[in-house]
Nanobody
């Protein structure tokens, strides 16, 4: 089992920045990719950014150039640095970790990000 605990959400004005953190514990050895997803009411959860154990990254088009995902393997923590935030970025952000051998998904409890205009 893997436990994921997010922190860093909050309320920010448009154009501002936030950094989300996700600390992983438990069977860390089983994890390959980690990432961030977000969800707004009535919509499906969508990928924001993902990073593999080797450091390869992928971003949603809507956040490219504004968000940066990084990973500290020594601390078992993944970060999402968000710049130039827009009201459309308002959502609950979920940390995700994928188990290496079957891509089983672990999820954090979510952290609210609210961007005011």
């Amino acid at each position: 089992q893997v436990q994921l605990v997010e922190s860093g959400g909050g309320l920010v004005q448009a154009g501002g920045s936030l950094r989300l953190s996700c600390a992983a514990s438990g069977s860390i050895f089983s994890i390959n990719a980690m990432g961030w997803y977000r969800q707004t009411p009535g919509k499906q959860r969508e990928l924001v950014a993902i990073i593999t154990s080797g450091g390869s990254t992928n971003y949603a088009d809507s956040v490219k150039g504004r968000f940066t995902i990084s990973r500290d393997n020594a601390k078992n923590t993944v970060y999402l640095q968000m710049y130039s935030l827009e009201p459309e970025d308002t959502a609950v952000y979920y940390c995700n970790a994928q188990r290496a051998w079957d891509n089983f998904n672990y999820w954090g409890q979510g952290t609210q990000v609210t961007v005011s205009s």
